[in-house]
């Protein structure tokens, strides 16, 4: 399998890092990101953080479904994608 990338820079770059959603937004997200912490791991440091997935279409498909939705409510955020053989990887920073 090729690994896959992808690169997404924030809609208001330098903006406030707040979620801009409201609770009704949040409970109709198809991937909250207590779904990808069920499959994956999640590591913090400093303004960024990553979540590692197992590799495979549906934790590809997975990732960047989250990053479509959190994008829309925390503009201020960086994503960036990555796929590899052994896992995929979906970091986000301010």
């Given at each position: 399998m090729p690994d896959r990338r992808r690169h997404n820079e924030p809609t208001d770059p330098g903006?406030?890092?707040?979620?801009?959603?409201?609770?009704?937004?949040a409970l109709s997200r198809r991937v909250p990101i207590d779904r990808l912490l069920t499959r994956g791991t999640l590591s913090?440091?400093?303004?960024?953080y990553e979540i590692t997935l197992p590799a495979?279409?549906?934790?590809?498909?997975?990732?960047?479904?989250f990053a479509d939705e959190e994008a829309t409510c925390c503009a201020s955020l960086t994503f960036d994608l990555e796929e590899s053989d052994a896992a995929v990887v979906l970091r986000a920073s301010f």
């Open positions: 903006g406030e890092p707040v979620c801009l959603l409201t609770p009704e937004g913090v440091q400093g303004s960024r495979g279409e549906e934790s590809w498909a997975l990732a960047n479904q």
